[in-house]
Nanobody
Framework: QVQLVESGGGLVQAGGSLRLSCAAS????????MSWYRQAPGKQRDLVAT???????NYADSVLGRFTISRDNAKNTVYLQMNSLKPEDTAVYYC?????????????WGQGTQVTVSS
């Protein structure tokens, strides 16, 4: 089995920064894609940023220029550096990975970590 464990969420004032981490563990052969999603109460779960195994990145327009996604392939870990945070960034942030084992390939999700940005 594969698990994604997130850390780094918390409470921060507007304009501040946070760094989220998500580590995948288990019998992993490869992780092609790792992404961060977020979901505010009553809202859809939206893609924030994604990164391929080769390091190619994509960002939602709302976070472009403020957030940076990166990964450490040796550690099977993805990071989200969040700068210039705004109250509208408040949400539960979820780690996603498309993981291949020697048995199958499938989607995996982390448990979510709360990010709250105060004014």
């Amino acid at each position: 089995q594969v698990q994604l464990v997130e850390s780094g969420g918390g409470l921060v004032q507007a304009g501040g920064s946070l760094r989220l981490s998500c580590a995948a563990s288990g019998s992993i052969f490869s992780i092609n894609i790792m992404s961060w999603y977020r979901q505010a109460p009553g809202k859809q779960r939206d893609l924030v940023a994604t990164i391929t195994s080769g390091g190619r990145t994509n960002y939602a327009d709302s976070v472009l220029g403020r957030f940076t996604i990166s990964r450490d392939n040796a550690k099977n870990t993805v990071y989200l550096q969040m700068n210039s945070l705004k109250p509208e960034d408040t949400a539960v942030y979820y780690c996603y990975a498309y993981v291949s084992t020697f048995i199958a390939s499938r989607d995996y999700w982390g448990q979510g970590t709360q990010v709250t940005v105060s004014s």
